[in-house]
């Protein structure tokens, strides 16, 4: 039987996608909510919660890029270009919020400004990615194996909802980690930010859930036609469930739930553009098949994929393990 | 703005400026990695307080440094795609799966490391630490294998054919990834990586040596830099010159342009030392240069005929100026590494390698010029294989994205602000972390004047971190 190989890729680099959406979503998360606390031992804290991880978490979106760059080069070759503030914005924010985790160490009398930094880095970088998920989802024109629209064409009013839902989810899985890393006052004002978070991204998953359908007839087609509709049901109650058991676990003190549910509803909201789209990768102007390359290039990385990502998987698993826990308040830099 | 220039210079110069930028961190990152394992390795052997305090030292270092080598490399990842979409599209049947190999099997393992060699030896105990180490090594040494290889399959293209749709797609992976030119250039490169961190920690001990506060960790990091320097600066002019008569071999052009020959020479051609290149007229004004000793090097015959620039369609010359002075740049840095590796060793052999002062002198001046050679080699390589990104295959004026001007220019200058900015500001810590070594303890001072007065205890001294950072 031949293997479809396109369809196997899709399905990875989707999850890489996914990995890096929910790994670097709570550690931009973090960023996003460190200007609403003001103590410098409660920013150090936050910090050390996500330092001995996010660099793992950010080579996730190395993964998605450069992954989509071997095996769909005509996707990588036509979102790039589609997308271009946005992607220089995100790259931007991500600087500085990179660095600013070795450089808020190295100084006291600038320490605000790397505070500053990682925040506003952090949200920019989250806002773009939202934004470019927004004009990704609205389609992209493609002729002659190249961008066909304009340089503007990103910017509509549906791609800042979805920055902004970006933001708030974010936000949320930021909170939620903190709850559960971390103790005392902190990890009681992160709860309550938490709520305020969970209801914004509620909010913000019905906008863009009620909006999508209705920017593409294949959308609607997808999320009212049958067997699809099956999802448009089943997908909404499980998002009603995982919102229940997040607002419990908050409500009962429960450290970890909290942040379990925030990723299911992570994991919802990405299964429902998954399905909207399929199969294209570029909607709707380029399918999988059409932008994968040569099967010779799919096979090769194929193997070197099925072994090496249970391997990254197994010492991800294990530098998350060896940082279990509470963050020690006492504990200092490296 | 932007819209009277032209978008591939724009972007061309983007890409320059961006991958200059970061190429500068990985040169240094790999080097330090490995002798952050050697440190260790010593450390567990021997169990000598020095080599641990020395890797706590340059980790810090190491951070700092890996951190600006990671943003900036997210940057490169999305480089192809916003700026040679073409490229992309066409290369990426081929140069796309090397990287994908080189994330999964460098960057994660980096990334997935550095947390607890960072943060964990309390956490993980010594021999994990060791380990967690070594895998960070060995993930910069895997990286710089993969985008060598990409890097090199650019240059020196084999094994792939070209499918219906005008992509370049894999025929014979083998062949791809060892390409001609790509064994020398790893080897080049990966020895550049340690020479420039050998001269970087070279200075950072002279520093310290001169400033006669820690003689023991001052002189200790001193030596074993100026043994890298003086076993691998001879090995590297070696490489250097087998990686050049490859490159004589597959790519004569960028040769013709390195040498300055705009003419062919039919019995031995000149070796120019120096001159001013004169596109225009097609000649080197006032040269010096020493007769045939180009064929003697090239083609180990002082006789043998040498074609020139004038063989080649003007089309497809490279920028001959840039190519001349890089290449010249890098050559005397690397005789000056040499230089200072000999020096070294005369001194070692005397006796005076931790009291000549103009020794120290000199390796803190040397310490940044690793950094220039390699940028000085990088520019030679790559502006060398101009007017293709894929020699002889793909132009790079057919590889741009349909991209406009204003875009591409007002990326490239908020490149430029924030790199300055940010980058500006690492170097600045970077320098700053270096200046501050912690002074000896009392007691392990066996060699170099002793200074009673001010000595901090060891706990304290080591301890300095923990101390700004906590409470």
Not at chain 1, 147 to 158: I, K, N, R
Not at chain 1, 306 to 325: K, S
Not at chain 2, 438 to 445: A, C, E, F, K, N
């Amino acid at each position: 039987m031949e293997l479809d190989l396109a369809f196997i890729w899709a399905a990875i680099i989707a999850f890489a996608v996914l990995a890096y959406v929910i790994l670097d979503g709570f550690d931009l998360g973090v960023g996003i909510l460190f200007p609403f606390f003001s103590e410098k031992r409660e920013k150090d804290v936050m910090m050390n919660s996500v330092a001995p991880v996010w660099d793992g978490n950010e080579t996730w979106l190395v993964l998605g890029g450069g992954g989509l760059l071997a095996v769909f080069p005509l996707a990588y070759a036509t979102i790039l270009p589609a997308l271009y503030a946005p992607i220089i914005a995100m790259l931007l924010g991500l600087i500085f919020r990179g660095v600013a985790f070795e450089y808020r160490w190295r100084t006291t009398r600038g320490e605000y400004l790397w505070n500053w930094a990682f925040a506003g880095g952090s949200m920019v970088a989250a806002f773009a990615q939202g934004v470019a998920l927004g004009a990704l989802v609205q389609g992209i024109p493609v002729e002659n194996r190249a961008y066909a629209g304009g340089w503007w064409d990103w910017l509509t009013p549906f791609s800042l909802a979805t920055g902004l839902a970006i933001l708030v989810g974010y936000a949320l899985l930021g909170a939620t980690w903190l709850v559960m890393k971390t103790t005392g006052e902190l990890a009681e004002r992160a709860r309550r930010y938490a709520y305020s978070a969970a209801l914004g991204t509620l909010v913000a998953m019905g906008v863009v859930s009620l909006w999508t359908p209705f920017l593409e007839p294949t959308y609607l087609q997808r999320w009212f036609g049958w067997p699809t509709a099956a999802f448009s049901i089943i997908v909404p109650v499980l998002v009603a469930g995982c919102f229940l058991a997040l607002v419990n676990g908050l409500r009962t003190q429960h450290d970890s739930r909290p942040f379990l549910a925030s990723l299911g509803l992570f994991v919802l909201g990405y299964a429902g553009i998954g399905i909207s789209f399929y199969p294209y990768i570029v909607p709707t102007s380029v399918t999988i098949w059409d932008a994968a390359a040569p099967d010779e290039s799919l096979a090769f990385l194929l193997v070197g994929a099925l072994i090496l990502v249970p391997l990254i998987l197994a010492y991800t698993g294990y530098a998350y393990w060896v940082f279990r826990g509470k963050v020690d308040p006492e504990e200092g830099y490296h | 703005m932007f819209e009277n220039f032209d978008a591939t210079l724009l972007a061309r110069f983007q890409f320059a400026f961006t991958v200059s930028f970061h190429i500068i961190f990985p040169a240094f990152s790999i080097g330090l990695a490995s002798y952050l394992a050697v440190l260790e390795a010593l450390w567990l052997r021997t169990k000598q307080d020095v080599y641990l305090e020395l890797f706590d030292f340059w980790k810090t270092i190491f951070a700092v440094t890996f951190g600006m080598g990671v943003v900036s490399g997210i940057v490169m990842s999305y480089q192809f795609g916003t700026n040679w979409s073409v490229f992309s599209d066409k290369a990426g049947p081929v140069i796309g799966p090397l990287m994908g190999y080189e994330v999964l099997s460098a960057f994660f393992l980096e990334a997935g490391f550095l947390g607890v060699m960072l943060f964990g030896r309390n956490r993980v105990g010594p021999s994990l630490h060791f380990f967690a180490t070594l895998m960070v090594a060995f993930g910069t040494l895997m990286s710089a294998t993969w985008i060598l290889a990409v890097n090199s399959w650019m240059q020196t293209p084999t094994g792939f054919a070209i499918n219906e749709v005008g992509q370049f797609v894999p025929a014979d992976w083998w062949a791809v990834i060892f390409n001609p030119s790509f064994p020398y250039r790893l080897v080049h490169m990966v020895l550049a990586a340690y020479l420039t961190t050998a001269l970087v920690v070279g200075a950072v001990g002279a520093l310290h040596l001169l400033r006669r506060t820690s003689p023991l960790r001052a002189g200790t990091m001193f030596s074993m830099a100026m043994w890298m320097l003086t076993l691998v600066a001879p090995i590297q002019i070696v490489a250097g010159d087998m990686h050049g008569l490859n490159t004589l071999e597959h790519q004569p052009v960028k040769v013709m342009a390195m040498e300055g020959h705009y003419e062919s020479h039919s019995d031995g051609a000149p070796l120019i030392l120096f001159g001013l290149p004169n596109p225009e007229e097609k000649r080197i004004d006032y040269a010096i240069e020493i007769p045939k000793l180009s064929s003697l090097i090239l083609k180990h015959d002082r006789n043998a005929p040498l074609a020139g620039l004038d063989t080649v369609p003007e089309e497809l010359h490279p920028p001959v100026p840039i190519v001349f002075w890089s290449f010249r740049v890098m050559i005397l840095i690397g005789f000056s590494m040499l230089g200072l590796g000999v020096w070294s060793l005369y001194c070692r052999w005397r006796g005076t390698l931790y009291r000549n002062e103009w020794l120290h002198r000199v390796a803190i001046v040397m310490g940044p010029a690793g950094f220039v050679a390699v940028l000085a080699g990088w520019i030679t390589t790559e502006v060398g294989r101009q007017p293709f990104t894929i020699y002889g295959h793909l132009l790079t004026a057919d590889s741009v994205s349909p991209i406009s001007a204003p875009a591409v220019g007002a990326s490239l200058v908020a490149f430029i602000i924030v790199y300055f900015l940010i980058f500006g500001a690492g170097t600045f810590y970077l320098l700053r972390l270096m200046s501050r070594l912690p002074r000896d303890p009392m007691g392990d001072l066996d060699e170099g004047p002793i200074r009673t007065a001010g000595i901090t205890p060891a706990p304290q001294a080591t301890k300095h971190e923990g101390a700004r950072h906590g409470t």
